[in-house]
């Protein structure tokens, strides 16, 4: 059986900055910037521009990752699309992201499977863990896993939706994910989810026990209610779990792999809230310079925090072969996931 690894990485943010001062400035939110810094760590996030799609920000890192992992898009076999924010409800970003990156086009046309994975947070997690699972059955030599989001075309930058406006942004994160016979690469993974919480981070735009599933006026055109229109979140309830089920799965897999805290030399959290993340590194006492954040920087991006953090530590030197790293997710649904490999 091959073992899964890293083969390369690429990020991309839209260029458009938008700071905590902006969000008041510009859009008129009733906020500070002291206000969103002591709660959340955020300074800034990126919005991409009108006519921009999840799967535009997609191609861009997929690119850089597969440029990165020294292969070409055609030695792809599988791509795996992680995002809350698709460019359309249905199908899915995935073929969108396959036409784009040229693999339908000419008599080379490789008509490589697809799919989306709808699993917020902790969607980059899920996707690794499936790319590995097809990598090491030999089903798959190179799988694309992206993580995407286009938040900014669905928050409600009002007063009324401050509480969720303030804290997510847009990009995209990549990895190419290949077989090797060296002894390297994904050792574990840990996913859960606790569905008891389905509603307490949720957007119910598209809700299809309606009839019809939008409310319709006579002409046929969608009426929605703000309450369903933007997402809603329990922020308590989801910080309180974030912090309990990011550490206990972070000590559960570390326990199965038979590694310990000291091992790791790099730790990589979901970038929902800094404080969340403080915590969780006091508790199991992991010392500043072992994690890297992007949160001041670009917001709450889902399912891009981890791979645009990966990409970071792989271009700014931190990942050497043998580099042991600990990603851990969490987010809507409740879902959560945690990850062991060494570079
Ligand atoms: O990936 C998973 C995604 N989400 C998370 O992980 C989020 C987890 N939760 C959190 O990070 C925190 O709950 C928040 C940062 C979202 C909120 O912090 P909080 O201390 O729980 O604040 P709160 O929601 O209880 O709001 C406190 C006050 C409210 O005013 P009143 O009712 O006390 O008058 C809010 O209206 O702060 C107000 N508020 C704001 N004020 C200024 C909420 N958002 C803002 C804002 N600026 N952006």
Redesign the pocket.
């Known amino acids: 059986m091959p073992n899964a690894y890293i083969s390369g990485t690429g990020s991309f943010v839209p260029p458009n900055v938008v700071t ?1 001062d902006e ?1 008041r400035e510009k859009y008129g ?4 910037n002291e ?2 810094v002591k ?2 760590g955020i300074e800034a996030r990126r919005f991409s521009e009108r006519g921009i799609a999840t799967s535009d920000l997609g191609l861009e890192a997929a690119k850089k990752a597969i440029a990165n992992a020294k292969i070409e898009p055609h030695d792809l076999d599988l791509i795996i699309f992680a995002t809350l924010s698709p460019d359309h409800a249905f199908p899915g970003s995935g073929v969108y992201l396959q036409q784009k990156l040229g693999l339908c086009d000419g008599p080379n046309a490789k008509f490589v499977p697809a799919l989306d994975v709808r699993n ?2 902790s969607g980059f997690l899920y996707s690794l863990a499936t790319a590995t699972s097809f990598v090491k059955s030999g089903a798959a030599k190179h799988v694309l896993v992206v993580g995407a989001e286009t938040h900014s075309a669905a928050l409600d930058l009002t ?1 009324r939706g ?7 942004g847009d990009g995209a994160g990549a990895v190419v994910v290949s077989a090797t016979e060296e002894d390297r690469g994904i050792r574990s993974f840990k996913l859960g989810a606790d569905g008891r919480h389905a509603d307490a ?1 949720a957007q119910r735009v598209w809700d299809i026990k309606k009839r019809p599933f939008i409310d319709v006026d006579e002409n046929g055109n969608g009426l929605v209610p703000a309450s369903d229109l933007w997402a809603n ?7 309180k779990n ?1 912090v309990e089920r990011m550490t206990t799965v972070l000590m559960e897999t570390l326990l199965a792999q038979g590694w310990t805290g000291n091992d790791i030399d790099l730790f990589l959290f ?4 800094l ?2 993340n403080q915590y969780i590194a006091d508790m199991l006492a992991i010392p500043p310079e072992k994690t890297i954040h992007n949160i001041q920087r670009y917001g ?1 991006t ?1 399912a891009a ?1 981890i791979p645009l953090l990966l990409d970071e530590a792989n271009q700014t030197g931190r990942l050497t072969p043998g580099t042991k790293v600990a990603l851990v ?4 649904g409740f879902t959560w996931g945690s990850c062991l490999l060494e570079w």
């Open positions: 905590n969000l939110i009733d906020t500070t206000w969103i709660r959340t917020q947070c007063t401050r509480g969720i406006a303030a804290l997510f981070l979140m329990d922020g308590k309830l989801v910080f974030a979901h970038q929902a809230n404080r969340i709450n889902t925090t997710a969490f987010g809507s």
